[in-house]
């Protein structure tokens, strides 16, 4: 399903990619060819523009490869829907962890990329922003305008859905006016009972649940959240899990690299 996203956007990136700018203003920290140490995240701040892809896979792929066992922090307002769906179909394709930059936020667009953790985790202290697609971001004229929101909206719900986002998140976002933000915090999805569903892709969850067993934050039973110390033992599990799965895909990452660069 991932790759019939994938070939959706493929061809509206190349559209669009003749007329990008220089106006790329994510930022992308540390350099990991000047020697990152390996707990630094890979971190993603700031508007996400028109290039913002590209620019991600240069800076990748001039990367050692160790950086596939990072961690990806988001700080971001959102931005291009079309560029964030392209950034978040990239990540999904080897489940890594993403978090929201402690204290920050990941509003809009941002979520998607979130979205395409195989585990992703929400600081208290940070929020993700949702809302429905803002004619602003798509850089579109008028006459076009109503089929590229339409095709927006459905490519976000689709992926969002996919990534086993819970249903009441996008219902929140569908629900929002582009001109409004609905947040949420850790608070919100624990009072609703939605810190499992939100914090796993769901291929990821029966993955680690199959080897390492239940998240022990959690109840086996209901998945309502427990008021319990993490399992130093489980997490460790669970970084295994991980890090096996991104290496397996050094080889299909290289391969689009030279793809899209070339």
């Not at 707990?39 to 990748?60: A, M, R």
């Not at 305008?145 to 927006?152: M, P, V």
Request: neutral net charge.
């Amino acid at each position: 399903m991932i790759n019939k996203i994938f070939r959706f956007i493929w061809p509206i990136f190349f559209a669009y990619l003749a007329a990008t700018q220089n106006v790329q203003a994510i930022e992308i920290t540390p350099n990991y060819s000047d020697h990152a140490t390996y707990e630094e995240p890979l971190i993603l701040s700031g508007p996400i523009e028109k290039g913002d892809y590209i620019k991600l896979i240069k800076f990748l792929s001039r990367a050692d490869r160790s950086w596939l066992t990072h961690d990806i922090y988001l700080d971001s307002p959102g931005g291009n829907v079309f560029e964030a769906l392209m950034i978040a179909n990239f990540f999904a394709k080897y489940y890594p962890s993403i978090s929201i930059k402690p204290g920050g936020i990941c509003a809009s667009a941002c979520v998607l990329i979130f979205s395409s953790g195989g585990t992703r985790e929400i600081p208290r202290g940070s929020r993700i922003g949702l809302h429905n697609v803002n004619s602003e971001v798509l850089g579109d004229d008028i006459g076009a305008l109503d089929s590229k929101l339409s095709n927006a909206t459905k490519a976000s719900v689709e992926f969002l859905s996919n990534m086993g986002m819970p249903q009441a998140i996008i219902d929140k976002m569908k629900q929002t006016s582009y001109d409004d933000i609905f947040w949420v915090d850790y608070d919100w999805l624990s009072i609703n009972n939605l810190l499992p569903a939100f914090s796993y892709r769901s291929a990821m969850y029966e993955m680690i649940r199959k080897k390492c067993g239940t998240d022990p934050r959690y109840d086996s039973t209901n998945l309502t959240t427990k008021d319990q110390a993490v399992d130093w033992e489980y997490r460790y599990c669970v970084f295994h899990i991980k890090e096996a799965n991104l290496l397996t895909h050094i080889d299909e990452l290289m391969k689009l690299y030279k793809k899209v660069l070339k």
